[in-house]
């Protein structure tokens, strides 16, 4: 029975070690946090499990879905309606269909017709690869047009991606409106969004139920320090509680984390590092509410405002009902942002008192002293930037190590990085490791 040792719990490695552990391998997770889930965990809001990122799955997301079936979680997973609103010159704006795009009142009829076929195009053309080397932004400019670019694409890229907005590929656009536009199943009145009763934390904890009936271990509050490899070829994990000897390593973190953790290696070259290095990452600052004041009567907002603070506004309790949080509404406001940022500095009741003050702009009836819970999450690395050299930046599973892998969110490519694809990774890197050890 090979030891596998597998770095953090997030749905990558909860996806992984389940596979290993059920194919007879003695698996171990160390992860750093306080609890498994990774970027998908969750916290206490008004007394039920509560994602601190917002959550949800898409119809066409199959790998979670199955693993979900699988594991016996997806008796929990119910499909909700969503509804989308867009914010824009000081309105917000239905935003879910074609006649919303028709009334669309911010841009010219004209432009409204180019922004849907625009999108129209994108659903149906199959092949992404002639976009990977084409900016998003300019895709744009040249195809919806400057107003279209200005008022819907230019705010959501800047929002998603900071300063690097005119860099993202093409590619990584096309997959979200391509997949998106295939996610309404035969006979579904509108999009219809998964979540799980309970939260995803159900999902998370079904496989660690799993995992640990198998026989598989979870270490919590470990962080791993070092990699190393021993004369015998095994490979030492330094931990914060010790340190671990395994046949097999996987490594979930992101490529800048990893590559400080193996450098001292006598076969880890800086041309791997660097490569470990280029792909940038963004941060993000998440404000969660519970109040007793229903603010909209919209899921999802797009803050199409290139001055606001945050980038979206999501009504949890639109999807959810808010029977499970003592009846509290649950709002979201998030923000994707470079680790310079003053907010991963200044405290948190600053930030809170900034979105609040921008929060009664976008709905002038907010009242903050209707609010029961606050939470601020700062989350380090929470987007990739998926630019024109991306495919050349993805490192590989294989490691310059022989019996250590590298499996996270930055080789998912076209499509953006999410649970579906993180328990996708999870299995394949779980099969690589099988066939590898049995020789195949
Ligand atoms: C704001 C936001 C909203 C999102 N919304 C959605 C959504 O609606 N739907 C969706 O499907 N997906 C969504 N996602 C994406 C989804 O959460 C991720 O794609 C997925 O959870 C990634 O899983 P992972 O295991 O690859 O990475 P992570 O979840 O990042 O797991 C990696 C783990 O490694 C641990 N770790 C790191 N360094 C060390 C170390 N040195 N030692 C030990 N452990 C370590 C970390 O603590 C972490 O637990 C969202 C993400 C964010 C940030």
């Known amino acids: 029975m090979k030891r596998i040792g597998i770095i953090g719990a997030g749905y990558t490695g909860l996806s992984a070690a389940y596979t290993l552990a059920k194919a007879g391998f003695d698996v171990t997770i160390l992860e750093k946090g306080q609890y498994p889930g990774g970027l998908a965990g969750g916290f206490t809001m008004e007394g039920s499990n509560l994602e601190i990122a917002y959550h949800h799955i898409f119809k066409t997301d199959k790998d979670i879905i199955a693993l979900a079936k699988e594991t016996g979680a997806d008796t929990n997973l119910k499909w909700h309606n969503s509804s989308v609103a867009l914010y824009y010159d000081n309105k917000l704006y239905p935003f879910m269909s074609a006649l919303d ?79 998106r536009a295939n996610s309404r199943e035969k006979g579904d009145s509108g999009e219809k969004l998964g979540y799980f009763d309970g939260g995803f934390d159900v999902f998370t904890q079904k496989l660690v139920e799993k995992i640990t009936k198998y026989g598989g271990k979870i270490v919590l509050n470990n962080s791993i320090k070092e990699i190393s490899v021993l004369p015998d070829k095994t490979i030492q994990l330094e931990a914060s509680l010790g340190n671990y ?34 792909i940038d990452y963004l941060g993000a600052i998440l404000y969660v509410f519970s109040s007793s004041q229903e603010i909209s009567k919209y899921y999802w907002h797009n803050i199409n405002d290139l001055n606001s603070p945050f ?122 490791v099988i066939k590898t050890v049995d020789g195949k």
């Not at 694409?153 to 590929?169: A, I, T």
């Not at 400080?260 to 290095?277: A, G, H, R, S, W």
């Open 101 to 179: 795009l028709l009334r669309f009142s911010p841009l010219s009829f004209l432009n409204r017709i180019r922004a849907g076929l625009a999108v129209l195009y994108l659903q149906k053309i199959r092949r992404y690869k002639q976009f990977i080397k084409i900016p998003a932004y300019n895709w744009m400019l040249k195809n919806a047009g400057k107003s279209v670019t200005r008022v819907i694409w230019e705010p959501l890229l800047k929002g998603k991606f900071d300063q690097f907005y005119n860099k993202v590929s093409m590619a990584w656009l096309w997959a979200r409106i391509h997949i």
């Open 245 to 278: 000897i395994f046949d097999c390593v996987i490594a979930t973190t992101p490529g800048f984390i990893f590559a400080e953790l193996v450098k001292n290696n006598k076969n880890i070259t800086p041309t791997y590092i660097d490569k470990l290095k280029s």
């Open 311 to 432: 980038l979206v506004f999501i009504n949890h309790t639109k999807l959810i009902d808010k029977k499970n949080y003592n009846n509290k509404y649950v709002y979201y406001v998030g923000a994707y942002l470079p680790h310079s940022h003053r907010y991963f500095e200044i405290n948190q009741n600053e930030i809170i008192k900034e979105w609040e003050d921008y929060i009664k702009k976008i709905f002038p009836q907010f009242d903050p002293s209707k609010i029961n819970q606050r939470n601020i999450f700062k989350l380090k690395y929470a987007q990739h930037i998926v630019d024109l050299d991306y495919l050349s930046k993805i490192p590989d599973y294989k490691t310059p190590i022989a019996g250590l892998y590298l499996a996270n969110f930055s080789q998912i490519f076209p499509e953006d990085r999410g649970t579906n694809y993180a328990v996708r990774e999870g299995l394949k890197i779980a099969e690589e």
